[in-house]
């Protein structure tokens, strides 16, 4: 078969291909209908492709219709015919003319005008002998076009008729011999050439072309793979993913990131809409992984099916196919039932009870086989109904919970297939959308898994984790939570399949890699899970700066970390805005008070219709805990670094001591309660001395005493007059000014602040409803229990409202 020439021909040097994984990737029909698609198409090769990559090409959007039409007409000698073969060549002409420039567009007409002279030659010999000849145009066609436009535009390329080496036994079975077409592919390409090969055909032993019939574009791409050995085999279609019913009928249908290949088989084989039993043939003995994606909108995670680890075994779907028939028979027990199902390909059978279900245009050919056994058959009309997941035959619970949900349907037999990845029930009627959407329901409603990812393994970090195996036994919302991904600022250990939450500290020490945001942020956009929740125990305010990406994948984020809650106003009002229109979550309770329920507080009056107008009192675990400890006996110093080592200060106590804390506090406390305003506008008393403001964190451990005269003082000039000291934050708004400072103020003894508790925090909160009487949130403000606490308390928060968020309905009808 012919090539494409060298007019404006990319050489190999100045490919403009991105990336270097050998993969095969094929592009249906309705993705290259016209020329916006076939552009699209070719932005996705120049992302996702390499020089000795194959893409497999379907026929341009009806095209193989229109050449069936053109077929039927031949036959019955038809008038319209030349007609139909105008409009045909008129419509290919036009596509080619639109994505090509002038000289390569002239050959591939003048190419296809000799395609058509061929046609005419056949319909006037016999067509009935050409008729694969024939429609093989509708793929020699599309990928003689997409080479051209390759080579235009990205890269060297070429294509190939897979008639030129792809040979399989017959029509029926459409096994291919692996040997001969992988000797002959071999011959064929060129590795330093982009190579397109036609999908759908293909040609026998003895060099007559033969199709792969319906689907058969998708079994060439596998079958490629296959030969090729490729990594990674990418279906591009109009659907973004295999979901868990068909989502067309089932509008609560869940996206399956992740199936193992046992189970996409079976679904290929019960029905489901874009996997097809045969596609995935090639595979079964190679470690390829097969991708679903949509070539409308390749930024959406797909599907991919391969091997996985436990997470994805728990994914369940549910698929029907009707117009079916039960055929029970004496001839379809024992060894003879098994011939019959394995000769008939069975849907399901049972050779104990005596029957197959088949489909109904295979009626007549089991009536013949029968006919040999003299047995005597029934036929009824039936459907079958299935619950699909990795090995379900074995869970009880979901068996009984399969049966309970079918149990007012006419159910006549409940059969676990042989490779116990299914569960059907045979039922004499066909399956409505109501039973498949109800049926759904009952088997997929707890199935959303969440990934989760912890940032800041620290002080906090630690104990998050520690609490985590006890969170996750015991919490109901908690319980399709799983530990995928633990990060530091230089390493980061991610794994789809889940990291040991018993051992994950210890996984971290052994696995975890250094890495780069990029790679951090690219593995976030691809993860496999329904939602992802980060959780942020860092104090880096480089990490948050994340948290804009994280939001516009519509990750989830619980922070402890105060950045970015205290970010400049323009910045953090733009975060809360990507937050809302991805529909992520952001929890950041812990950013003050650590586990006490402040912002629950402000947040519920606010909610009420309440408005705040004062917020005043002890913000900070730290300092509360040192003035409610410092007497002038032990020196101050050495108190700082006692609460140092309880977890209850900074990493870096200057943050604590310089007030910047508190700041950060009482700004998210006043922008919680409705309020405009940044951290300048919050005056604030720096408790740290001037040379040791700037020094190094492990300088100024060096030269901590110097603080110790300064309390000293402090502390004896507010004895002198019976006073304590305390570091107050106060927050006012009269007649629509605000005040909002932070000062070492001296209290009398019997002052609601002077008397906590040590590291108790106080938040003293007025407002219309309580003016006169202020309402007052205390207790703990710092510290490794309540903090970590107060994390699990907001990731159970979030995960809670992301399950009810898809709280599914049972429909009556559709
Ligand atoms: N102590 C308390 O009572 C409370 C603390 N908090 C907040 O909790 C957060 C954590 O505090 P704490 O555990 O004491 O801090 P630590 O310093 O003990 O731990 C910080 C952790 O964050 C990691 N980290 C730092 N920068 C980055 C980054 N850019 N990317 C990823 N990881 C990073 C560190 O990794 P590495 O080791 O590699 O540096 C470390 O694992 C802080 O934001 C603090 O304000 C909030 C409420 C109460
Ligand atoms: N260092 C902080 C910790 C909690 O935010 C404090 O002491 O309050």
Redesign the pocket.
Known sequence: MEQSSNAAVLSAENNQLVKQAVQVHKFGGSSLANKACIERVVGIIQQHCQLNDIVVVSANGNTTDDLFAVLALAKSGDASLNDAILALKESQATLIASLLNKSSAARLIEILDKDIQQFLTWIDLDIAKFENDLLAFGELWSARLMSAVLNERVCPSRYIDARDFLVINNERDCQVLYPLSEKQLAHCRQPEKLTVVTGYISKDADGLTKTLGRNGSDYSATIMAALVRASNVTLWTDVDGIYSADPRVVPHSRKLHRLPNGVAKELGRLGNPVLHAKTLQPLTNHSTHLHVASSFAFEVGGTEIGTFGQIAKQELSVTYLNDLLLARSESFTGDRGQEAAQEFEAITYDVEKGFIVIYQHQQKALSQWLACHDTEVSFIPAAIMATVGHKVVEHGDIKARYKRSLKDANVLEFVSSENKHSLIAVMPQNCTIELLNNVHYDMTKDARHIGLVV????????RFIEMLPHQLNSIHALENVHLVGL?????ALVNNDGIDVNHALEQFEQYAQPYDNEQFLSWLANHPYDELVVV?????E??SHLYRAFFEQGIHVVG????AGSAPTQQYIQLLETAKKHQSLWLGN??VG?GLPINHVIKDLLNSGDTITEISGIFS?TLSWLFENYDGETPFSTLLLDALNQ?????DPR?DLSGR?VQRKLLILARMAGFELSLEDIHCQNLVPEALRTISKNEFFNQVPQLDDYFLVQLQQAKQQQKCIRYIARFSVEEEKINASISLEQLAQDDAFANLSACDNIFQVKSQWYDTNPLIVRGP????D??AG?LHSDLVSICQQLVSRTNQVKIKSV
């Open positions: 940032a800041g393994l620290g002080n906090i970090g630690q990060v530091t600022s230089k390493k942020d125990i860092t104090p880096s480089q990490f402890a970390n105060k950045w812990t950013t650590a675990g977890g209850l200060t900074e990493p943050e804390d403000g710092a510290g490794r309540v903090t107060g």
